[in-house]
């Protein structure tokens, strides 16, 4: 069965310390694990595609990594803007219309 | 936001009575979907739709009906709410097979 789990559930961090969100998934074959940021009451936000294992993204304090069984998601000097739930989804093969999404991390940042 | 607009934004409404959501999109997208979100699940998949009349069955989609008559509407409907359907529902659109999903702020609705 196609499974995808964050961790930690939560987690947080004092301004400028760097850490690091875990997905791991177990799916039949991958064909896009996606990252998006959520803020309360409003919907996911998209902020990276990766593909295929060794494939890397950044985006302001944001990298997000893939290798064969997982993706983390790095967050480089923190600051308070950055608390949100952060949520990984993976697409896998077969199931071209349908994303199966982790429960995600609650990343509070404080100053 | 990706031009997606649902409606109502909240709603509270009583066990065994009909509810209808509605997602309206301005992009243009082929595909849309409609998800839950409820604490500890994660999103799950109610129903998705890859082209006007074309709906197909996600995860969760017992106690749902959904409905496609125009490329920019897709409509959620409980035939009769019952509590476990209070949730968060969220609509998603995305313009191919392997894009992104870009969503709706989400409606929020309780059933007493």
């Known amino acids: 069965e196609d499974q995808v789990t964050q961790s930690p559930e939560a987690l947080r961090l004092q301004e400028g310390e760097s850490s690091s969100l875990n997905c791991s998934y177990t799916?039949?074959?991958?064909?896009?694990l996606f990252w998006y940021r959520q803020d309360p009451g409003k919907g996911p936000e998209f902020l990276f595609t990766?593909?295929?294992a060794g494939e890397e993204k950044e985006k302001e304090r944001l990298k997000a990594t893939l290798t064969k069984k997982e993706s983390f998601l790095h967050i480089t000097a923190p600051k308070p803007e950055d608390s949100a739930t952060y949520l990984c989804?993976?697409?896998?093969?077969?199931?071209?219309?349908?994303?199966?999404f982790g429960a995600g991390t609650r990343l509070a940042v404080h100053p | 936001d990706a031009g997606i607009t649902q409606s109502p934004r909240h709603k509270v409404t009583e066990t065994g009575t009909p509810v209808t959501l509605r997602c309206h999109q301005t992009?243009?997208?082929?595909?849309m979907y409609w998800y839950r979100q409820d604490p500890g699940h994660g999103l799950r998949l109610i129903h998705y739709?890859?082209?006007?009349?074309?709906?197909d069955k996600g995860e969760v989609s017992d106690g749902y009906s959904v409905s496609r008559s125009k490329t920019e509407d897709f409509l959620l409907t409980l035939e009769s709410a019952t509590s476990s359907q209070t949730s968060v529902y969220f609509c998603?659109?995305?313009?191919?097979?392997?894009?992104?999903?870009?969503f709706g702020n989400g409606t929020r609705l309780t059933v007493t």
């Open positions: 992009e243009n997208h082929r595909y």
């Open positions: 799916v039949s074959g991958l064909r896009g």
């Open positions: 998603a659109i995305r313009d191919s097979s392997n894009s992104p999903l870009h």
């Open positions: 990766l593909y295929s």
């Open positions: 739709s890859y082209g006007v009349k074309d709906t």
């Open positions: 989804a993976v697409q896998a093969e077969g199931g071209y219309n349908k994303l199966i």
